[in-house]
């Protein structure tokens, strides 16, 4: 089995942790596991293969890592590890066979990320830091162009090869058709509203997980552009990240724009912080004149106007009100998965990653989760570029957005990647 080496604080005083490292003689890991989940994202989803790719480049970095003779982790990764224990206890909750599937894709989801984090962090020598924020680049950049298909054609679904591979008994199921033949986009069309709303969604099979994926990207994006030196490329981030706008407006997610105002904010607050007005300023005014050009081109009154049509608010308070009220009645291991009020005609669990954490897993679950995100901030407090602020507001967005979103994998990958980076900086001294 391999050697698990925790590092704490007291050993980081006394001696540089890279010296420390370079002791235990540890054979590379190879780079080309996390290059698919990533450089590889559009192909993936194409193929049909988003449920079943990750568990697979999960297993095979489990291997590769089984196989090296010691790994290293940081502090709040052992909170992860907790969570994906707890998680699994919780299957004694379940009450028929028939939920394990439900419970079962909510716990690969915590347990593949948490592999990828921990791969990431031990291979350092194949994986540089730049290389795995290009990766999400790459990811959001997919995002953005499957949000302008999802645009200019809202009605298509596009036809996968797993499509032809899967019984027709499992693509009569909604959710798995989403997956292996996805829409483009959602077509709403509340009653009384004058047309329909057309919300991009691919390349996930709902616009609220589109914007998640944008809330969390885009701020790596960010990261990049204060990273880089080229003006060329600044040029080229600065018309995509405008070009960005567009789809994203056109998911009508509220909570996504209070994300990506919350990371502003944060950025802007820590530079201020650190005395370095010109990006404070700089930051307020790009703020201010995004906030203003949301308002003056009708974008703001478009997101708004869907609620006078949709009282998505008022259900989904109902629904957090049952979900707490039958939490507290299995508050420890919750009920392992979701399950349907046929008064509000939703599933409790869902609707937000907090209520999913809380209902399927219990206050205990959804505690160590809290324990792991505040952890996470803590111990990374002390980035000093602006690179490293952007990355850092991630676990911050985190808590302003699970309310609203669920965590699908790509958008826990993108949170627990970036923590790692962070970690793996700060270990090694890399300066983010």
Same mark, same amino acid.
Not at 205 to 214: D, I, T, V
Not at 234 to 259: D, E, H, K
Not at 285 to 298: E, K, N, P, Q, V
């Given at each position: 089995m391999p050697q698990t080496v925790f590092i704490s604080r007291s050993q980081l005083r006394k001696a540089r942790l890279a010296d420390e490292v370079a002791n235990y003689r540890l054979a590379p890991l190879p780079a080309w596991p996390l290059w698919v989940l990533l450089y590889a994202f559009p192909v993936i989803w194409a193929m049909g293969l988003m449920q079943f790719a990750p568990t697979l480049l999960a297993a095979v970095m489990l291997m590769y890592m089984y196989l090296r003779r010691s790994i290293i982790t940081f502090g709040p990764q052992w909170l992860w590890m907790a969570l994906i224990a707890w998680c699994l206890l919780c299957v004694v909750a379940l009450d028929s066979p028939s939920q394990f599937l439900g419970w079962a894709l909510r716990f690969i989801?915590?347990?593949?990320?948490?592999?990828?984090? !921990?791969?990431? !962090?031990?291979?350092?020598e194949k994986i540089s830091n730049q290389s795995m924020l290009g990766g999400l680049f790459v990811v959001w950049l997919t995002v953005v162009v499957?949000?302008?298909?999802?645009?200019?054609?809202?009605?298509?679904? @596009?036809?996968?090869?797993?499509?032809?591979?899967? #019984?027709? %008994? !499992?693509?009569?199921?909604? @959710?798995?058709?989403?997956?292996?033949?996805?829409?483009?986009?959602?077509?709403?069309? #509340?009653?009384?509203?004058?047309?329909p709303y057309i919300r991009p969604s691919a390349p996930f099979?709902?616009?609220?997980?589109?914007?998640?994926?944008?809330t969390f990207l885009t701020p790596v994006v960010m990261a990049i552009y204060?990273?880089?030196?080229?003006?060329?490329?600044?040029? /080229?981030?600065?018309?995509?990240?405008?070009?960005?706008?567009? #789809?994203?407006?056109?998911?009508?997610?509220?909570?996504?724009?209070?994300?990506?105002?919350?990371?502003?904010?944060? /950025?802007?607050?820590r530079q201020a912080l650190k005395g370095r007005w010109v990006g404070a300023i700089s930051g307020i @005014?790009?703020?201010?004149?995004?906030? @203003?050009?949301?308002?003056?081109?009708?974008a703001a009154t478009q997101i708004l106007g869907r609620q006078e049509y949709s009282d998505s608010t008022g259900g989904r308070l109902a629904l957090y009100e049952a979900t707490w009220e039958a939490t507290l009645k299995s508050p420890f291991i919750?009920?392992?998965?979701?399950?349907?009020?046929?008064?509000?005609?939703?599933?409790?669990?869902?609707?937000?990653?907090?209520?999913?954490?809380?209902?399927?897993?219990?206050? /205990?679950?959804?505690?160590?989760?809290?324990?792991?995100?505040?952890?996470?901030?803590?111990?990374?407090?002390?980035?000093?570029?602006?690179?490293?602020?952007?990355?850092?507001?991630? #676990?911050?967005?985190?808590? %302003?957005?699970?309310?609203?979103?669920?965590?699908?994998?790509?958008?826990?990958?993108?949170?627990m990647l970036c923590i790692s980076l962070m970690m793996r900086s700060k270990i090694y001294g890399e300066g983010l």
């Open positions: 989801n915590i347990f593949n990320v948490g592999v990828y984090s !921990l791969y990431f !962090l031990n291979a350092r499957m949000g302008y298909m999802g645009i200019f054609f809202p009605e298509a679904r @596009l036809i996968t090869p797993m499509s032809y591979v899967l #019984p027709d %008994s !499992l693509t009569r199921n909604e @959710l798995v058709r989403d997956y292996v033949m996805p829409p483009m986009a959602e077509v709403q069309m #509340p009653w009384g509203a004058p047309k099979p709902y616009a609220n997980s589109w914007g998640l994926a944008y204060a990273a880089v030196l080229s003006w060329r490329i600044r040029a /080229v981030l600065t018309v995509l990240l405008c070009a960005s706008v567009v #789809p994203a407006i056109a998911t009508s997610n509220r909570a996504m724009f209070i994300g990506l105002g919350v990371s502003a904010s944060y /950025v802007i607050f @005014l790009i703020f201010g004149g995004a906030a @203003l050009y949301m308002w003056l081109s009708g919750g009920y392992g998965t979701s399950k349907m009020n046929y008064e509000i005609g939703v599933s409790m669990g869902t609707q937000g990653y907090m209520w999913a954490l809380m209902f399927c897993f219990g206050l /205990v679950g959804l505690g160590i989760f809290l324990l792991f995100i505040g952890f996470s901030i803590a111990s990374t407090w002390r980035v000093q570029s602006s690179a490293g602020m952007w990355v850092h507001s991630l #676990p911050i967005v985190t808590l %302003s957005v699970f309310a609203f979103y669920s965590l699908d994998i790509m958008q826990l990958s993108t949170l």
